[in-house]
């Protein structure tokens, strides 16, 4: 049978503490998975995303022990969303997985996911959380929300709890990189671009060492992002608005008018007018912003360090 790669895709930020144990978890699953299907080769593609631990160091030394170990280390911190491009951009394999550092995207799933992918039956595998377990109540509640909003006001449709743990095909891979917004949000991307995906429902994983970077704030940027990339719905409720609220005023100009009070009238309607006018121009600076980051396409990463150059740099 002809061989098959398997690219494993790993955004790192800050993961010296679990990267010995991501290490090991991989290697075993990926032994696992060739023994099953000799024909398989793995390589595990770990994008460095401006660490400032000793993340790099261990990469540095992860390839030169095994070959299949290869990195890409950005001249700084660009963000999970440009880690997970890299990986993408940098990946050989006919299929490629794009998973988290701290195992809370258990590597143990990857068997099942291949096998769903590579019976042709799907495109796609990933994971979906069914509970929120161990997540802060009002977290949970902003997160929930979040998807009742982008999935009213978006045509594309994103499942609630879908994880950025994914097992895809070269494929779609290949569709997502056709894509080349600069303002990423990979939820909306991979459902965009559509195929057939299926999703494993899992519980909660807590990680198993270091700590998280996000926090509710930016979270919180975060779900506005996805809203802005993926729906212009938005710029139409600026219009809406403003059409309610002319309305009011001349309801309210009459009201005043027949109570004689017009001077309370007059200032309720400025400070509503006021705010609602900065409101609108608020939702359109958003776009504007966007627009303005495309059109100085910017790239979206800057690769500092790679395996290779490392490698080419000690020979000298
Ligand atoms: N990550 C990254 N760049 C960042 C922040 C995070 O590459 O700026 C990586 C991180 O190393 C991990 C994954 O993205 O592998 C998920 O991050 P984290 O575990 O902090 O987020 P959470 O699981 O809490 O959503
Ligand atoms: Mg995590």
């Avoid at 994971?127 to 902003?142: A, C, Y």
């Avoid at 671009?193 to 999703?199: A, D, E, N, P, S």
């Avoid at 996805?226 to 309210?252: C, D, K, N, R, Y």
């Amino acid at each position: 049978m002809e061989k098959e790669l398997i690219s494993v895709i790993v955004p790192c930020y800050n993961e010296q503490e679990v990267l010995p144990l991501f290490r090991e978890e991989i290697l075993r699953v990926s032994s696992e998975m060739t023994e099953k299907h000799p024909h398989l080769e793995f390589e595990f593609l770990f994008i460095n995303d401006g660490s400032r631990d000793k993340t790099l160091e261990i990469l540095r030394e992860y390839s030169e022990q095994d070959s299949r170990f290869r990195y890409v280390s950005f001249s700084r911190n660009f963000g999970k969303e440009a880690g997970m491009l890299a990986g993408l951009e940098n990946s050989k394999g006919d299929y490629v997985v794009i998973m988290d550092a701290d195992l809370q995207h258990p590597p143990k799933l990857m068997p099942q996911m291949y096998e769903y992918v590579s019976s042709g039956e799907y495109d796609c595998a990933g994971t979906r959380r069914v509970t929120r377990k161990g997540e802060p109540k009002l977290l949970s509640f902003f997160s929930r929300s979040f998807y009742k909003v982008i999935n009213k006001i978006s045509q594309t449709y994103i499942v609630d709890g879908a994880q950025d743990y994914r097992f895809m095909t070269r494929q779609m891979v290949d569709a997502i990189l056709a894509m080349p917004e600069y303002n990423r949000f990979s939820k909306g991307i991979f459902s965009w671009v559509g195929f057939r995906t299926k999703y494993i429902e899992v519980e909660n994983t807590e990680r198993a060492a270091g700590k998280t970077t996000w926090n509710f704030w930016k979270l919180f940027m975060y779900s506005l992002e996805g809203i802005f990339a993926f729906s212009t719905a938005p710029l139409a409720l600026s219009v809406v608005v403003s059409m309610l609220l002319f309305v009011l005023a001349i309801v309210f100009i009459i009201i005043a008018v027949v109570n004689s009070a017009e001077y309370l009238a007059i200032i309720a309607m400025v400070c509503l007018v006021g705010g609602l006018n900065l409101f609108c121009m608020g939702v359109q600076s958003q776009y504007i912003a966007k627009t303005y980051m495309e059109v100085k396409d910017r790239p979206r990463y800057i690769i500092g360090e790679t395996e290779e150059l490392y490698k080419k740099r000690k020979e000298r």
